[in-house]
C-alpha cells in the first residue's frame, strides 16, 4: 500500500509560480512511477506529468509543457512538481499519483487546490 499527500497549493497571480510536493509512505517510492493530474472546476480529471524510477518524464501534450517541470527525490520518497508562468485556467485541484506493478494508477493523494488569479 501507498500513502500520498499533497503539499504546496495555493493563491497565486497569473506570471507566479508554485511548487507541488507529495510525500509517499508505504511500500518502496523509487521503483513507482508517480504522475500529476488535475480537476478544474466542471470538467474531467487530466494527465498533467508523470516520471519513471529513472527519472525519464512525460508530459500533457497542452500547454503546460515548458512552463512545469515534474522531479523525484527517492531519498525523500518525494515527488515534485514545480510550475512557473502560471494562467489563469491552471486553477484546478492537483493531484498526486503512483501506479501499481500492472502500470496502472492506481494509488491516490487526497489533492491540493492551486487558485490563479488575472
Known amino acids: 500500500q501507498v500513502q500520498l499527500v499533497e503539499s504546496g497549493g495555493g493563491l497565486v497571480q497569473a506570471g507566479g509560480s508554485l511548487r507541488l510536493s507529495c510525500a509517499a509512505s508505504g511500500r518502496t517510492f523509487n521503483t513507482y512511477t508517480m504522475g500529476w493530474f488535475r480537476q478544474a472546476p466542471g470538467k474531467g480529471r487530466e494527465f498533467v506529468a508523470e516520471?519513471?524510477?529513472?527519472?525519464?518524464?512525460?508530459y500533457s501534450e497542452d500547454s503546460v509543457k515548458g512552463r512545469f517541470t515534474i522531479s523525484r527525490d527517492n531519498a525523500k520518497n518525494t515527488v515534485y512538481l514545480q510550475m512557473n508562468s502560471l494562467k489563469p485556467e491552471d486553477t484546478a485541484v492537483y493531484y498526486c499519483a503512483a501506479q501499481n506493478w500492472k502500470g496502472v494508477y492506481d494509488y491516490w493523494g487526497q489533492g491540493t487546490q492551486v487558485t490563479v488569479s488575472s
Open positions: 516520471i519513471r524510477w529513472s527519472g525519464d518524464s512525460t
